[in-house]
Nanobody, 120 residues
Framework: QVQLVESGGGLVQAGGSLRLSCAASRSIFSPNAMGWYRQAPGKQREVVAT???????NYADSVKGRFTISRDYAKNTVYLQMNSLKPEDTAVYYC??????????????WGQGTRVTVSS
């Protein structure tokens, strides 16, 4: 099992910045992807950004140019730098780690979520 522990959420004014962190309890079998998803009240969970162990990144159109995902492979940690925040970014943000190939393909882990609130 892999535990994911998120931190960095909070309340910020529109236009401000936050940095989310997610630390995995151990290294994850490769190939894998780590990323961030979010769920706003009354809405389905959606992908925000992902990064594979080879460094390939993917972003939701709504955050391109404002958010940056990165990984520290030595620390088994993924970050999400969020700039130019908008009220519509308000949601609970969840960290995810997924094995995308090999014998353990499909293994999927989630953090407990961290709340981000952007005031107008």
């Amino acid at each position: 099992q892999v535990q994911l522990v998120e931190s960095g959420g909070g309340l910020v004014q529109a236009g401000g910045s936050l940095r989310l962190s997610c630390a995995a309890s151990r290294s994850i079998f490769s190939p894998n992807a780590m990323g961030w998803y979010r769920q706003a009240p009354g809405k389905q969970r959606e992908v925000v950004a992902t990064v594979t162990n080879s460094g390939y990144t993917n972003y939701a159109d709504s955050v391109k140019g404002r958010f940056t995902i990165s990984r520290d492979y030595a620390k088994n940690t993924v970050y999400l730098q969020m700039n130019s925040l908008k009220p519509e970014d308000t949601a609970v943000y969840y960290c995810n780690a997924k094995i995308i190939g090999g014998s353990f393909r499909g293994d999927d882990y989630w953090g407990q979520g961290t709340r981000v609130t952007v005031s107008s």
